[in-house]
């Protein structure tokens, strides 16, 4: 089995990390791109593109983020063609096709919590022919299996497409143990761009600014320092104060995830509830909006008090946690995949 490489994907919206056994750990944009026209393959001098590479020369694409809500888009074969080109970049990255063959590998690929089957019906389409045996679970149990957080502990994943929570009660969660909101970093992203147009109608402001901003200066609550960023008006750059805007569009997430973070609690056991309010992980992109841990523990106290602790480097922690888990899953677990 030596020669077998395990490797654990956090096939995300925004971002796609991968951890390998070999060591090798990657993150890239969930973006692919092909080039429009004659003109735009002449410049570019490639067939295709993916990530940052994408994103930078997307006038001259044809770009794709195929994965919707954390879930491979249905209906669009360009789409399901452009999630391939995602998990071989990925893979190519940690030596697979390289020094590695494809039919050596195993991989356990996290999901949103409330991944139909058949969202996982296309995710195990697409990975046909590129790697051998297959493992999909949630991407919040990836995370806590990750940390070994894996008794008496909520985990709240914020990513881009969706947020995600499960209660780890020391085994596999079941589906009553988890729950998925599609109110998550892209919602976000398209509250601000709409509140920052409507302000100020004569910036020109596209979602990828907005969503730039958001990583370097979201926040709920109060913030010490106002939120002036730079965009072009009428082609002049200009200041422009969103200190406002920042805050409204970053506390519309909180009501349904305090929601559904003290339905979840309620739910647990009566003796363990004090445990799971007291070991409430923070996780994803969207964990790291300044004041969130804040108040989500102003919130349980309304039911006895707790502590929520904020993972601050939460990029790899989805695949680290795959990469766990297909290192120590038995043989039984594993889907075998044909081509």
Known sequence: MDEVLHVGIDLGTSRSAISASNGERFVVESFVGWPLDMVAKKVLKRDVLIGHEAVANRTMLDLHRPLERGLLKEGSEKDVEAVRELLRHLLRLVGVNGKIDAANVRAVVGVPAAALRTNKQYLRNAMKGIVDSLLIVSEPFA????????????????????????????????????RTLTIAGDSVDTQLLKLVQERYPAANVTVFMVRDWKEKHSFVGHSKEKVVVKAPVQGVPTDMDITAEMKAACESLLPPILETMLD????????????????????????????????????????????????????????????????????????????
């Open 264 to 339: 979840l609690l309620s739910r647990v056991e009566p003796e363990f509830q004090e445990r799971v309010r007291n070991n409430v992980i923070l996780s994803g992109g969207g964990g790291l909006i300044r004041g969130l841990p804040e108040a989500m523990e102003t919130a349980l106290k309304t039911v006895g008090g707790g502590k929520v602790r904020c993972m601050k480097d939460p990029v790899f922690i989805g695949s680290d946690g795959g990469l766990g888990l297909a290192t120590d899953a038995p043989e039984g677990d594993w889907e075998k995949l044909t081509a």
């Open 143 to 178: 995370v806590a299996y990750g940390l070994d957080a894996l008794l008496h502990t909520m985990i709240i994943d914020i990513g881009a497409g969706t947020t995600d929570f499960c209660v780890m009660k020391g085994r596999y969660p079941t589906e009553e143990d988890q």
